[in-house]
């Protein structure tokens, strides 16, 4: 039988205030454990939350960024459950009426095409504390720091197909979010985490399967991988006359498998009710407007500018715009460059991308400024260089020898174009290989490939390659 994956997110943003979302304690990751936990966090009595503005804009932010509703008016609710790291006994979050209505978000696919993600709802909530376990034989530590940490939960519908769909479209939230600079995206320190919830039924069913949800996966390749063993278990269990049971389980990246942890609540469990303490949130449209005015250039938008104003084919534009400092970069080498934007895209992905990856940084730490690859490329476009000397000159400014000029001064790399000189190593090479000649002129033009290495060669890469190949062709044909 074949089967058919459904599969939809749950995405946990921590939103980059610098004080949590119900109380003025610091939200600074790293710090000793329960040193910025106050009395509302801990839910100590005579003490009342207050909503944290900031967090509401970035909620609002969100929300334009996918084309959702925003409600104007919206309530916080009491999720109840007993965790030793959620000190209150609930978690202030909204239920039935968030703040961020339904959406959508646009994914790029391996094959070149596009496909819409519903998004259901993004709605505001507190973080819960952290348990520790390694450091305490036979026990559990507790560190509140997270603690009314602001999040937003962006919902998707059960939209996608595969783990890469999936995978596809969690970067693609990673990336909104910080071009909107409303979270970090930095899955490592747990600022983004993600919920999948996974069933698969037969191929052409309209009828969806029991589910299981793997909870808070912290990479995108461990969701990929959590997401095809949970493939498998289900299929196994239903070709096998089983029936899947709905819960919750968790990824063990050690072994590749998910484990069960629970069976999954339904809301009733959690017994929702309004928060007593917090009154209904209300965002009129000047709120809104006043969001929306400050919004910067969105991937989407930018992917297309970058189409249709340098000309990009869709593929180096999705590349460039992954991240808005890769394309902030990319831009200022164009720049520098006085132009050239698909050399400059070849240069800043392969060239350039190949270095970071080597190196295992980011594009803010690249060893070679936009500034200084633009100038590269300026002597590439003004023949000073060949493309292929270029790359020698690109891994001496990469090992911090200078810049381009500087490079090429000191090394002597500058292109030969004086047509007296190519002609003089020509004509050496031509005569020391008669035999190869005879082939040529018996046919053979691969031959004039040879000869054009040949020169090359003897120039020691200097050679203006445009030129050694009219005028081999010229001497050959003679």
């Known amino acids: 039988m074949q089967w058919e994956t459904v599969i939809g997110l749950e995405i946990h943003a921590q939103l980059a205030t610098n004080s949590k979302i119900f109380s003025g304690a610091s939200t600074q990751f790293g710090n000793e454990p329960n040193r910025q936990a106050c009395p509302v966090d801990l839910g100590l009595p005579g003490v009342l939350p207050v909503l944290n503005e900031g967090a509401v804009a970035m909620a609002v932010r969100l929300g334009l960024g996918i084309g959702a509703d925003i409600a104007g008016r919206s309530v916080f609710a009491r999720k109840n459950y007993f965790y030793p790291d959620l000190p209150k006994g609930y978690q202030i979050s ?212 970058f189409i249709r104003e340098y000309g990009l084919p869709a593929y180096d534009a999705n590349v460039l715009t992954a991240s808005r400092e890769l394309a902030d970069y990319y831009e200022a080498t164009v720049t520098a460059a006085g132009g050239a934007p698909k050399v400059a895209a070849n240069w800043v992905m392969s060239e350039l991308g190949g270095v970071l990856n080597a190196q295992g940084i980011d594009i803010t730490e690249s060893p070679v400024s936009a500034e200084a690859l633009g100038g590269l490329i300026q002597r590439i476009q003004d023949q000073t260089i060949s493309g292929k000397i270029a790359k020698q000159v690109f891994e001496a400014m990469v090992a911090g020898e200078g810049n381009a000029d500087t490079v090429i001064e000191a090394k002597g790399l500058k292109q030969i174009t004086d047509s007296g000189e190519i002609e003089r190593m020509i004509d050496e090479v031509v005569d020391a290989n008669p035999g190869q000649v005879e082939q040529y002129r018996a046919g053979k033009d691969k031959v004039l490939g040879w000869f054009v290495g040949q020169v090359m060669k003897a120039s020691r890469g200097k050679a203006n390659p445009e030129q050694v190949n009219q005028l081999l062709r010229q001497k050959l044909d003679s």
């Open 94 to 305: 909204q239920y039935e009426i968030p703040v961020v209505g339904t959406g959508q978000l646009e994914i790029a696919l391996d094959d070149g095409t596009v496909k819409t993600i519903g998004v259901t709802r993004a709605h505001l909530e507190e973080d819960a504390g952290k348990s520790l376990h390694e450091d305490f034989h036979g026990m559990t530590g507790i560190d509140l720091n997270r603690a009314g940490t602001p999040l937003l939960e962006i919902v998707s519908e059960p939209d996608m197909r595969s783990p890469a769909e999936a995978v596809a479209y969690a970067k693609k939230i990673r990336t909104l979010v910080r071009y909107l600079g409303i979270c970090d995206g930095n899955m490592q320190e747990g600022s983004l985490r993600v919920d999948a919830n996974i069933s698969i039924r037969p191929a052409g069913s309209d009828e969806y399967g029991t589910r299981a949800e793997i909870k808070n996966v912290n990479s995108f390749r461990f969701l990929e991988k959590a997401l095809n063993f949970e493939f498998e278990r289900q299929r196994e269990i239903l070709e096998e006359g089983g029936k899947v049971d709905q819960e919750t389980r968790l990824y063990d990246a050690n072994a590749d498998e998910t484990r069960s942890m629970r069976t999954k609540e339904e809301a009733n469990d959690y017994r929702y009710f309004p928060d007593p303490d917090l009154l209904p949130l209300e965002v009129d449209q000047a709120f809104i407007e006043r969001v929306r005015a400050e919004l910067p250039e969105l991937p989407d938008e930018k992917r297309d500018r």
